[in-house]
């Protein structure tokens, strides 16, 4: 796909995102892994409603700005999450109201924040691991990721919103977007003994498409 249909995607999305209220004001950033190591992704302090393909920024594979505007100061989180992950070529991060809601919430477990309660949300995300809160944009959060060790393509930061890689951007979208929606369900269904997927059937989903969840084989994912 040509640089200019990359950039037309990235504004795409991120209208859609914005526009359906999964994040808020100026939040959120988007970025793309390009075939030369370098990167597309969206300007400091810009909305995912209102963006323009030409401010863009362009880094090169050591992080430098090429063209474009100032790109947003979440670049660390980014890094960490390709730098682990080598097949991701998109990353997706927002501030999504029932996600950052259920980072707050005692009861989580940092291996798995999510139980399975559906199979899109497995399919899709995958397991979804806990980081610890950091100040948006503290390189520290890069060492938090890199820890992880590549295990997981979704990842909720404590009090602050998910971050999502995926091989295209929008698998990277629909990853998210599934990942709010199951916050969301968790949510309602909070306290009311809900009936999470079976290990049996964790397990069938795990088989049939290929998927590979951390710690499935021993995990309890129903506590």
Known sequence: ?????????????GRSLFERGLTP????????????????VTPTNASLGFLDPATISRLDATGALVSGHAPTKEIPLHAALYDSRSEARAIVHLHSTHAVAVSMLPEIDPKAVLPPLTPYY?????????????RPGDPAVADAIRGLAGRYASVLLANHGPVVAGTTLENAVFATEELEETAK???????????????????????????????????????
């Open 25 to 40: 004001g100026s939040s959120g950033n988007i970025s793309l892994r390009l075939d030369d190591g370098g990167w597309l």
């Open 122 to 134: 497995l399919m899709r995300a995958g397991a979804t691991a806990l980081v610890p809160y950091y």
């Open 185 to 223: 369900l968790y949510l309602l269904l909070r306290n009311l003994n809900p009936r999470h997927l079976s290990p049996a059937q964790v397990q069938d989903l795990v088989s049939h498409f290929g998927l590979t969840l951390p710690d499935h084989d021993g995990h309890d994912h129903d506590h």
């Open 1 to 13: 796909m040509s640089d200019s249909k990359l950039r037309e995607q990235i504004c795409r999305f």
